[in-house]
């Protein structure tokens, strides 16, 4: 199993330019996440979806939206990207019910000029 | 609402030094707790979890942490370090959607 896997790892983008981050997962799990990471502020919560069909808002929605293209696959777009939104960003799924514990992806990181 | 504060953001530490990483939550419902580690330019991987019973979780790499409800802690220690487990630490709080705190970056000096 490859777990969780993200691509692209790297991206630069200029400003107001748009892109999908994209996400998959091969353990058969329901619930699937979009965090990013800043220096000094943890892992906030972007979008998460709990069930296939499902997303919900998280703590820093504005300027992202996702899609939950299947069991397997969450992605996450940038319509147009600034400055703010340069920083690293991770993916992560759980067995919605089972101890919560998130498996995480090894993360994009994005760079907007 | 839950919250997650991380007590230290930086601690430097000796090998086969004893570490104490300091984590408050607040939650207005029972929660689980997690502790993740984040080595340098990679994705964060669990240590421990505590989700009911005994309050003394044992982790991977030597790592333990202790749920206090009552101060409403989940510290995570190691009698030991080495050198590679300078990395960043994550506490988290929360069934499902997570609320990580800010981070603890440990640096382990020879």
């Known amino acids: 199993n490859a777990g969780v896997t993200q691509t692209p790892k790297f991206q630069v983008l200029k400003t107001g330019q748009s892109m999908t981050l994209q996400c998959a997962q091969d353990m058969n799990h329901n619930s699937m996440y979009w965090y990013r990471q800043d220096p000094g502020m943890g892992l906030r919560l972007i979008y998460y979806?709990?069930?296939?069909?499902?997303?919900d808002k998280g703590e820093v929605p504005n300027g992202y939206n996702v899609s939950r293209l299947n069991k397997r696959e969450f992605s996450l777009r940038l319509e147009s990207a600034a400055p703010s939104q340069t920083s690293v960003y991770f993916c992560?799924?759980?067995?919605?019910?089972?101890?919560?514990?998130?498996?995480f992806g090894p993360g994009t990181r994005l760079t907007v000029t | 609402a839950q919250s997650v504060t991380q007590l230290d953001s930086q601690v430097p530490v000796f090998e086969e030094a004893p570490v104490e990483l300091r984590c408050n939550y607040s939650?207005?419902?029972?929660?689980?707790l997690f502790w993740y580690v984040q080595y340098p330019n990679q994705g964060l991987q669990l240590l421990l979890k505590y989700l009911s019973g005994s309050t003394l979780v044992k982790g991977i790499n030597g790592f333990e942490a202790e749920f206090n409800k009552s101060q409403t802690s989940f510290h995570l220690r190691k009698p030991s370090v080495h050198i590679s487990d300078t990395a960043e630490y994550f506490c988290?709080?929360?069934?499902?959607?997570?609320?990580f705190g800010q981070g603890t970056e440990l640096s382990v000096k020879p």
């Open positions: 979806s709990a069930s296939e069909g499902t997303t």
């Open positions: 939650s207005s419902v029972s929660v689980y």
């Open positions: 992560a799924s759980i067995i919605t019910g089972r101890s919560s514990e998130q498996y």
């Open positions: 988290a709080v929360g069934r499902g959607k997570l609320i």
